[in-house]
């Protein structure tokens, strides 16, 4: 399969929520050092444990990071996960942890990049080399596949560890060095202000880009002593920061979780926002941000760097007319909104809460473009946009009014990995529509054919259409059915520059026949052509008022219905006098029945009640002389299956055809 990016951010969204409760867990230390005043020296034993969690989570984040990212990328792509998650951790390790004289274990600061990366890198090495036929020690399917897979990833998991051990630090090394130099010479002889700004840029970019802390990678490579200096009398850039320009956390997050609250329709968000506010009044945004989710979501990144850049204005116009007294209160980071205002007045002045409220609210409208733009977007999956764009159906799909999918947004998720290695496989190859004959026995004619979709792999191998499944499942059956309602259009077109016209059946999902917009564009394109819409038997008994409506327009148009699998439900008799169609298809599992005589007769008397009801009969499944003999005996006329013919493509039908 082909490595895509969408695959690497699936991954990466889903690790970092996997690591949003030990967020959590670790905020409760810092909430009781920074809010309550918990001393450390407390011996209470439950608080000590509590106020431990945060150095733990700090110490373990980086190795929770390396096995999650590896866990969710093997798992996407479809690889053995062990070998990915012990390949990152030994590189990580290897990296990470150091052996004194005394064989004494330190561990080096700053390695949540290193989190970030090694898996990364690890998993696509991995997927590289796992397909080098020479360095494969078992090539032949004598064992059982996981053995094959475990002893072949030897060689790999040994090169992969080498590359890093022996290149990556470094390459690391150099990085940090250039850009601390880079920094150094640029940043150090500018104004406290711009180093400031800077920052903010920079530790929000690397934020949303990475879903690791900005703050955290930036003091790898730049000096931040200046943020204890005074960016204006009584007010150092710290507290500049987290008091004013980033409420609620990194983006200042508590504008966009209030509008959800007050704006937003979607229930799955307004509840994130819900468990989210506890923690955001103290500037932990975690939950928002993975939950929702911002990080690496396009949709966010121009509000996410705009509040906090329009903030950084409006305060610094703010201090250069209102300075601030000395204040007897200490303020840090997890002092909520509005209370850091109150203590930075000294307790005597509300004029900086009233800054901080109108950062606020500038700042709910500034997100609520944007949250209203992610929600529609929600409509339209990434993946239904891929497929449209390949099969040439952009304009239809795009002036669709209303998309609907199947499956709600927890339910995509679950099966979002095996609907991405399907669209991938599509992408990389070709839909064809191939007919297949039914054949007027009687009359010896040629009766019509039925489109039947099928799948040329990259090396020109024709298959079924395996992927139909996991795409209905998807809830993007319709951008194939507008697929094949163009594909149909082009074929009858080209026919008929030579003067033949033949009847063609198409099948159609439930989803599209209730389309309003999907069978105006069956009229529009098809009408007056020949054809036959089949729509599965099943479908008839799930029927609803949309379905039906559809149905009935269809027929007032001149096409004729037909009820595709007759004969595979279990309810079907009692609706069979007020079907809409003109066709019955009895389906082949009842033909298989007829090797015992009670299978004949049913065969037999639902043949002679379709016919006595004035249908038209078409038997599916014919592969044998005897199979012919049996449906002709009973009244049936038409036939559809192997006996005569498989589906055949476009360049055949014309000269089969003729041979009638």
Not at 13 to 33: C, K, T
Not at 428 to 436: A, I, R, W
Request: aromatic residues 14%; contains cysteine.
């Amino acid at each position: 399969m082909r490595l895509t990016n969408n695959l690497l951010h699936l991954s990466l969204r889903e690790a970092f929520l996997d690591i949003v409760p030990y967020y959590i867990i670790s905020s409760i230390g810092i909430l009781l050092i920074d809010v309550f005043n918990i001393d450390r020296q407390n011996t209470n034993v439950i608080v000590l444990a509590l106020l431990n969690i945060t150095d733990i989570f700090v110490y373990l984040f980086p190795l929770f990071l390396t096995i999650c990212i590896a866990h969710h990328l093997a798992n996407n792509y479809h690889v053995h996960r062990f070998i990915v998650i012990g390949v990152s951790l030994l590189v990580f390790i290897s990296l990470a942890w150091t052996i004194d004289e005394n064989q004494n274990f330190h561990y080096e600061k700053n390695m949540t990049l290193y989190a970030l990366i090694i898996p990364i890198i690890c998993m696509y090495s991995y997927l590289f080399l796992s397909k080098i036929s020479f360095i494969q020690i078992i090539k032949e399917d004598l064992v059982s596949k996981q053995l094959k897979v475990v002893v072949n990833s030897i060689v790999p998991v040994l090169i992969i560890y080498m590359f890093f051990i022996l290149i990556l630090p470094y390459l690391s090394l150099f990085v940090q060095t250039t850009l601390f130099d880079l920094f150094h010479e640029s940043v150090e002889s500018l104004s406290l202000m711009a180093k400031s700004f800077i920052q903010l840029i920079v530790t929000h970019v690397v934020w949303w880009l990475t879903g690791i802390h900005g703050t955290h990678v930036y003091m790898i490579f730049a000096d931040t002593s200046y943020l204890n200096e005074e960016i204006f009398k009584n007010l150092t850039a710290d507290v500049f920061f987290f008091a004013f320009l980033v409420t609620g956390g990194a983006g200042a997050t508590l504008s966009l979780l209030i509008a959800i609250v007050l704006k937003s329709k979607n229930e799955y968000d307004r509840k994130i926002a819900y468990i989210s506010f506890p923690f955001a009044i103290f500037n932990i945004n975690e939950i928002l941000l993975f939950g929702l989710p911002l990080i690496m979501n396009l949709t966010f990144v121009i509000p996410f760097l705009l509040v906090p850049i329009f903030n950084f204005a409006m305060s610094y116009m703010f201090f250069s007319y209102f300075p601030i007294p000395e204040s007897t209160y200490t303020i840090s980071w997890t002092t909520p909104v509005f209370l850091s205002g109150y203590f930075l007045g000294n307790g005597q002045t509300f004029v900086f809460i009233l800054l901080q409220l109108i950062n606020l609210v500038v700042g709910v409208f500034i997100y609520y473009p944007f949250l209203k733009k992610y929600e529609e977007d929600k409509s339209l999956n990434q993946d239904a946009k891929k497929l449209r764009d390949k099969f040439g159906i952009k304009e239809e799909v795009n002036t669709m009014n209303e998309l609907k999918f199947l499956k709600t947004q927890a339910e995509i998720i679950q099966e979002q990995s095996d609907t991405h290695k399907i669209v991938d496989e599509l992408i990389s190859g070709d839909l064809l529509l191939y007919y297949q004959p039914k054949i007027d026995i009687k009359q010896n004619r040629c009766y019509g054919f039925e489109a039947l979709l099928r799948f040329s792999k990259p090396d020109g191998t024709v298959t079924g259409p395996f992927f139909i499944s996991q795409i209905e499942k998807a809830g993007f059956a319709y951008v194939i059915d507008l697929w094949v309602i163009k594909k149909v259009y082009e074929d009858l077109n080209r026919w008929g520059i030579q003067s033949f016209n033949p009847k063609i059946s198409i099948n159609l999902s439930p989803e599209s026949i209730s389309d309003t917009y999907i069978v105006n564009k069956i009229i529009k394109r098809l009408k007056g052509k020949n054809i036959e819409i089949e729509i599965l038997e099943r479908t008839f008994a799930e029927e609803h008022s949309a379905f039906m409506n559809n149905i009935m327009k269809l027929k007032r148009n001149g096409f004729v219905i037909s009820v595709d699998d007759f004969g595979t439900g279990f309810s079907s008799l009692q609706y069979l006098h007020t079907l809409p169609a003109n066709i019955i298809k009895l389906d082949k599992a009842l033909l298989d029945n007829t090797k015992t005589p009670e299978g004949k007769t049913l065969y037999r008397n639902i043949s002679k009640m379709c016919l006595d009801l004035n249908y038209t009969l078409i038997a599916q499944g014919i592969e044998t002389q005897e199979d012919k003999e049996f449906v002709q005996s009973v009244g049936v006329n038409i036939i559809q299956g192997f006996y005569f013919s498989q589906a055949i493509p476009f360049e055949k039908v014309k000269d089969y055809c003729n041979k009638f």
